[in-house]
């Protein structure tokens, strides 16, 4: 990428940010629904800080275990201690390593980018969380990453409850979801609290984000084979049951469920449908809070019209410029070909470049919160 990265650094010129690095990732074979991902996760700054202060106060990687967080961490060190500003890295550790540990990911064939990401964020936790109690049986060490409960689920050992932990990517990623169902009978509501990193939206046709979210959190009415159990009446009945944001995370990741199961064909189709996603969006709709607004920063791109075949690209926000990452390839592009990524508006088009996971990250508005 040696042209294509001059090209880079000539089209910024001495706007280059100082300090930042723009690497495209080596593909190895059918590797740009990681790459992709990784790209987003680089570009989402705090969770980047977050990973490379947990790097420098773990330098006793060579003695630990290897294991997909150690991996990232040095992935991301690598990144932005290049000494060049531009050129291509190859994840080789990372893709070794997440092949090893999870054999989904070891076929050649086209995976999943939201899959990875679902997984790659659940393991990290996974791994700080382990550590964390480790760390805790073990007061000799201490964990750099200081853990508190969040009170959402609570786990038992030994006949102690043992509070769960809010890990640095909790921190970044987690919001909560409230579930509410009123009786229609004696009007109870009953609400069930659940935690998410992500948010899974179906579409439709000729929309917006806005409208999907407000789609997420429509009322739905339990009747018939559907009626809910009511603890107050002890019996079955008509329901209206409804989700809620109760606390938007600091990034949202939206996954626009853009692969959907047709029954009479037997398989899994793309949906092409053309999803308007603004580059700054209000939650006012879902959240009981005021309203929570967020700014995009990262989209990855499924480029092909089928879901098992194509390719994952992605739009990256860094320092006001949007910037294109390809594998290997890096370029900067215009804010306004971002909408060029929204749909289509017509079943069948020669673009079959599609936003599929959307990550914004929340400014707060003369607030400090």
């Not at 080596?26 to 590797?31: S, Y």
């Not at 050649?108 to 936790?125: G, K, S, W």
């Amino acid at each position: 990428m040696g042209a294509a990265g001059s090209k880079l650094e000539k089209a910024l010129g001495d706007q280059f940010p100082e300090g930042e690095r723009y690497f495209g990732l080596e593909n190895f074979g059918n590797t740009c629904y990681c790459n992709s991902v990784l790209q987003a996760l680089y570009f989402c700054v705090p969770f980047r800080e977050q990973l490379l202060e947990y790097y420098s106060s773990n330098k006793s990687f060579a003695d630990a275990e290897e294991n997909l967080l150690t991996c990232l961490a040095d992935l991301f060190t690598q990144i932005t201690s290049q000494k060049k500003k531009t050129g291509v890295i190859a994840p080789k550790r990372f893709v070794q390593r997440l092949k090893k540990q999870n054999e989904i990911f070891r076929s050649y064939m086209h995976q999943d980018a939201h899959e990875f990401l679902n997984y790659l964020l659940n393991e990290l936790v996974d791994i700080l969380e382990k550590e964390s109690r480790a760390a805790k049986s073990d007061p000799e060490s201490c964990s750099s990453s200081e853990q508190i409960p969040n009170g959402i689920k609570t786990s038992h050992i030994n006949g102690h409850v043992r509070e769960p932990l809010i890990t640095w990517v909790h921190k970044n990623f987690q919001g909560i979801l409230t579930n509410e169902t009123r009786c229609l009978r004696c009007e109870t509501v009953t609400a069930r609290d659940e935690t998410f990193l992500d948010l899974s939206l179906d579409i439709e046709q000729n929309t917006s984000i806005t409208s999907c979210l407000k789609n997420f959190s429509s009322t739905e009415t339990l009747n018939a084979e559907d009626k809910f159990f009511c603890d107050k009446c002890c019996s079955l009945q008509e329901a209206q049951k409804r989700m809620k944001i109760k606390k938007p995370p600091q990034i949202l990741v939206i996954h626009l469920k853009r692969f959907k199961y047709i029954e009479q064909l037997g398989r899994y189709k793309k949906l092409s449908y053309r999803v308007v996603f603004p580059l700054e969006l209000k939650l006012s709709n879902t959240v009981e809070d005021t309203d929570a607004e967020y700014s995009l920063f990262a989209v990855v791109v499924h480029v092909g019209s089928g879901p098992n075949h194509g390719h994952y690209v992605s739009l990256v926000k860094s320092h006001n410029h949007w910037l294109f990452f390809d594998d290997e390839n890096v370029e900067m592009i215009d804010e306004s070909a971002v909408q060029t990524f929204f749909g289509s508006a017509q079943e069948y088009s020669s673009n079959t470049d599609h936003g599929y996971i959307l990550f914004y990250e929340r400014v707060d508005v003369g607030t400090t919160s």
